[in-house]
């Protein structure tokens, strides 16, 4: 049986989104960085297959410096790539940059985006990354 006060206490939380980066493929830039500004506002961590082009990461942290003080209760945003591009002879880069080429996106990498009220830090190795949360 539920405890009577349960109902009166909001539990304040997050959840994990996984998201394939077939979903966001089709988006132009900006749309891109909305969806994934509009997943993350919605105390969401996501994790992208795949990863945002360079120029997309940029702007994403961009953006969401701007609006640290204009936007209640945001404090910004934590950003990690475990990269596909590690160790990886010549001819293997040079393999992986055809496929992001003709996909738009790096899909042998992992891509983990949080709300950094949620999100204390993000430590990553070339072989893991470490999810530290805030309590």
Do not use: C, W
Not at 16 to 26: A, C, Q
Not at 35 to 63: A, C, H, M, S, W
């Amino acid at each position: 049986m539920a405890n009577k006060n349960s109902k009166n206490k909001k539990i304040k939380g997050f959840s994990i989104r996984f998201m394939p980066y077939s979903e966001i493929k089709h988006l132009d830039s900006t749309q891109r960085i909305r969806r994934v500004l509009e997943i993350v506002f919605n105390n969401y961590i996501l994790i992208i297959q795949g990863r945002l082009k360079p120029e997309e990461e940029t702007r994403l942290i961009e953006d969401t410096m701007a609006m640290i003080g204009h936007v209640k209760d945001f404090k910004g945003i934590e950003l990690a790539v475990l990269g596909s591009d590690e160790k990886r002879g010549a001819i293997d880069r040079l393999k992986n940059r055809l496929v992001v080429g003709l996909s738009g996106g790096d899909l042998g990498a992992v891509t983990i985006i949080g709300p950094a009220s949620i999100v204390k830090e993000i430590k990553r190795d070339p072989k893991k990354i470490e999810l530290m949360l805030n309590k």
